[in-house]
Protein backbone atom coordinates (compact mmCIF):
# COMPACT_ATOMS: atom_id res chain seq x y z
CA UNK A 1 0.00 0.00 0.00
CA UNK A 2 1.45 3.82 -0.71
CA UNK A 3 0.99 6.78 0.98
CA UNK A 4 -2.66 7.20 -0.70
CA UNK A 5 -4.08 4.25 0.15
CA UNK A 6 -3.72 2.71 -2.90
CA UNK A 7 -2.82 -1.13 -3.07
CA UNK A 8 0.12 -2.40 -5.04
CA UNK A 9 0.69 -5.75 -6.85
CA UNK A 10 1.62 -7.80 -9.94
CA UNK A 11 -0.29 -9.41 -12.67
CA UNK A 12 0.03 -12.36 -10.61
CA UNK A 13 -2.35 -10.92 -7.86
CA UNK A 14 -4.65 -10.30 -10.93
CA UNK A 15 -4.58 -14.13 -11.72
CA UNK A 16 -5.31 -15.03 -8.23
CA UNK A 17 -7.94 -12.80 -7.79
CA UNK A 18 -6.83 -9.85 -6.23
CA UNK A 19 -7.27 -6.55 -8.28
CA UNK A 20 -4.65 -4.34 -7.26
CA UNK A 21 -5.29 -0.47 -7.62
CA UNK A 22 -1.99 -0.53 -8.69
CA UNK A 23 -0.14 -3.05 -11.01
CA UNK A 24 3.55 -3.21 -11.43
CA UNK A 25 4.58 -2.46 -15.07
CA UNK A 26 7.87 -1.88 -16.86
CA UNK A 27 7.58 1.70 -19.39
CA UNK A 28 9.03 1.96 -22.55
CA UNK A 29 11.99 3.53 -21.13
CA UNK A 30 12.75 0.22 -18.94
CA UNK A 31 11.91 2.20 -15.43
CA UNK A 32 9.71 -0.06 -13.59
CA UNK A 33 7.00 2.03 -12.08
CA UNK A 34 2.84 1.06 -11.55
CA UNK A 35 0.30 1.63 -13.88
CA UNK A 36 -3.93 1.97 -12.68
CA UNK A 37 -5.13 -1.51 -13.12
CA UNK A 38 -8.52 0.36 -14.10
CA UNK A 39 -6.72 1.95 -17.15
CA UNK A 40 -4.15 -1.07 -18.04
CA UNK A 41 -7.23 -3.63 -18.17
CA UNK A 42 -9.97 -0.50 -19.94
CA UNK A 43 -11.22 -2.72 -23.05
CA UNK A 44 -10.95 0.97 -24.52
CA UNK A 45 -7.68 1.97 -23.68
CA UNK A 46 -5.22 4.29 -25.62
CA UNK A 47 -2.42 3.00 -27.19
CA UNK A 48 -0.27 4.04 -24.23
CA UNK A 49 -0.91 4.56 -20.76
CA UNK A 50 1.41 6.69 -18.01
CA UNK A 51 3.50 4.70 -16.03
CA UNK A 52 3.88 5.81 -12.45
CA UNK A 53 6.52 5.34 -9.36
CA UNK A 54 5.00 3.71 -6.73
CA UNK A 55 2.74 7.27 -4.89
CA UNK A 56 0.45 6.89 -7.84
CA UNK A 57 1.31 10.40 -9.38
CA UNK A 58 4.57 11.00 -10.11
CA UNK A 59 4.74 9.73 -13.48
CA UNK A 60 8.09 7.98 -14.42
CA UNK A 61 7.31 7.07 -18.44
CA UNK A 62 4.08 5.43 -20.52
CA UNK A 63 3.80 2.13 -21.67
CA UNK A 64 2.62 1.73 -24.71
CA UNK A 65 0.52 -1.43 -25.97
CA UNK A 66 2.43 -4.02 -29.16
CA UNK A 67 -0.74 -5.61 -29.79
CA UNK A 68 -3.33 -2.57 -30.39
Do not use: C
Amino acid sequence: MNEHGQTLGTYEDVERGAVPDLVGIVADSGIDGYAYWEQFDAEDASDAIPVYAEDGTTQVGIFTFGDK
